[in-house]
């Protein structure tokens, strides 16, 4: 094995000698044998991979938080709608509920027209052999910092809520719904 100064030498010998590729792999290997064994400014490299760590997790925390955010609006949202829709099914029929669980859940979204409503009159999730409507409230949101990390531009939010449909409960002899999920 060759010491680092016998290696010096053996460059230095080969300068004076006639030019080849062997002088220009010396002098490479001598410039980065001189940034490896320098010590000034060696925290740069360890603090730019810290600052990718940090964003991606900053990524996760914010746009996470703004994620369960939407959703908690998107579900009081499925779920007024869902009720809504199995009162007017209820009164008149499935394609009014359809039609007006989609408008109710237009009018109280935050998202407005973003937001993808989906209405349908469905089998009860308590398999009790009864109707119930089924609203499913889906918003994109724009990604910002995660977009580094994962090159998706938007994050898809989505809440179901289920309002099964009762035909006369009671002694009153109307038909009112339940909030199933």
């Known amino acids: 094995m060759i010491s680092r100064s016998e290696r010096r030498w053996v460059c230095r010998t080969r300068q004076f000698a006639k030019p080849d590729n062997s002088l220009h792999l010396c002098k490479t290997v001598g410039v980065l044998g001189e940034l490896l064994s320098d010590d000034r400014a ?28 939407q959703q908690s609006d998107n579900q009081r949202v499925a779920d007024l709608a869902a009720y809504g829709g199995a009162l007017i099914y209820n009164a008149s029929g499935s394609n009014a509920a359809k039609s007006a669980a989609s408008n109710i ?41 995660a977009r580094v ?6 994050l898809s939010v989505a809440a179901t809520a289920y309002a099964e449909i009762e035909p006369s409960i009671g002694s009153t002899g109307r038909s009112t719904a339940l909030l199933v999920q």
């Open 42 to 69: 060696a925290i740069s490299v360890p603090s730019a991979l810290c600052l990718a760590v940090v964003i991606g997790i900053s990524a996760l925390s914010v746009e996470f938080g703004h994620a369960l955010l």
């Open 105 to 145: 859940a237009a009018l109280n979204s935050p998202a407005g027209d973003s937001a993808i409503v989906t209405a349908d009159i469905v089998a009860s999730p308590r398999d009790n052999g009864k109707l119930a409507m089924q609203v499913t409230v889906t918003t994109r949101l724009p990604m910002y910092l």
């Open 149 to 154: 990390l994962t090159g998706n531009t938007n």
